[in-house]
């Protein structure tokens, strides 16, 4: 399904909470990334968006949201999340670029694999590598932001989780167990921060219309995520960003060790 994303110079404009903070969006170039990428710009933030392999979708986003600004205030870099040194080289161009340190992280980047119905079909390759990306991934990107991340207020650290740990789908064990590990790091993470002024947090989505959420599944299993909704409709990825983007601004200071569901209450 096509993404449309429309970016103003009236939306740049508006309160800038983020006004002149530097943000990197792992997984930023579609999906929930992409939204969170938009509405942190028009927060006023300068934001990097992170992809892992093909650069046109990143790229033109970029296009987009400099076009849009007075000033050039985003750039798209390539950066596999499971490897330690381009991880590492994702913090050195932002840092290059905007003349400053990071203040929030987002880590967006992950993998969902549709194929299995269940645990014991699922391959020791497949568990590998959605624990590759989605947890090692996150320790990374955790990791280095720990280590550089602006101190004494603003340093935000944002994972990307998922309400299928707290309704347990069948046929999600790998992707759901990956989450969790992921969860727990960054409660740890918010405590083992004390004193620096850096928080660190969870937004776990639902049901989200995203290709992510899309692959392998039948009109018939969308339309029933659907109806289990109070809200009758799946997420979109804006009401995801809307949320990230409060935890990135000091309002959200003192929201810190928490996962937020956004799930519009289909998982309570």
């Given amino acids: 399904m096509a993404e449309e994303i429309q970016i ?47 650069s046109t979708q990143a790229d033109q986003l970029a296009v987009e949201l400099n076009a849009a600004a ?30 400053s340190k990071v203040h929030v992280i987002v880590n967006c980047a992950g993998v969902m694999d549709a194929k299995y119905p269940s645990l014991a079909q699922t391959t020791e390759e497949d568990w590998d590598t959605t624990f590759n990306v989605n947890a090692k991934g996150a320790f990374l990107t955790g990791r280095e932001a720990a280590r550089r991340l602006v101190r004494g207020g603003g340093g935000r650290i944002i994972m990307t989780t998922t309400s299928l740990v707290g309704s347990l789908l069948p046929g999600y064990a790998a992707y759901a167990a990956s989450k969790a590990a992921v969860e727990t790091m960054t409660k740890i993470l918010a405590k083992e921060l004390k004193g620096t002024g850096v928080t660190s947090n969870c937004v776990a989505p639902g049901p989200v219309a995203s290709d992510l959420f899309y692959a392998g599944k039948t009109e018939e299993m969308i339309n029933r995520f659907v109806e289990s909704g109070p809200l009758g409709r799946l997420g979109q990825p804006e009401d995801v960003a809307q949320v990230v983007g409060f935890l990135a601004g000091d309002a959200g200071e003192w929201i810190n060790g928490q996962v937020v569901r956004v799930n519009g209450g289909m998982v309570i």
Avoid: C
């Fill in 8 to 54: 103003s110079k009236d939306q740049t404009a508006s309160a800038s909470p983020l006004n002149g903070r530097v943000a990197i969006v792992t997984g930023g170039s579609r999906g929930i990334g992409r939204a969170i990428a938009v509405h942190l710009h028009s927060l006023g933030a300068k934001v990097v968006i992170n992809y892992a392999s093909s």
């Fill in 70 to 99: 007075a000033e050039h205030r985003a750039i798209a870099v390539r950066g596999d999340v499971s490897d330690r040194d381009q991880v590492k080289h994702l913090f050195d161009e932002a840092e290059r670029e905007f003349g």
